[in-house]
C-alpha cells in the first residue's frame, strides 16, 4: 500500500506534539495556543456560535 510522504510527516509532527505534551490534550492545544501568540497567525480557531 502507498504511503503519503506529506500525511507520514504531519502524522510524525502531531507525535512529537503530543509527546511534548506528555499526550495531555489540554496541555497540547496550551501549547498550540502559546505558539500562536509568539506568531501573528492563528494556529487553532474556533466555530462561530449562532
Known sequence: MWKDPIV???RKAGEELA???NYDL???FQNL???EK????K???RLKEE
Do not use: E, G, L
Open 38 to 41: 509568539k506568531r501573528n497567525y
Open 8 to 10: 507520514q510527516d504531519i
Open 33 to 35: 495556543r502559546n505558539n
Open 26 to 28: 489540554h496541555i497540547f
Open 19 to 21: 509527546k511534548q505534551a
Open 43 to 45: 494556529i487553532v480557531s
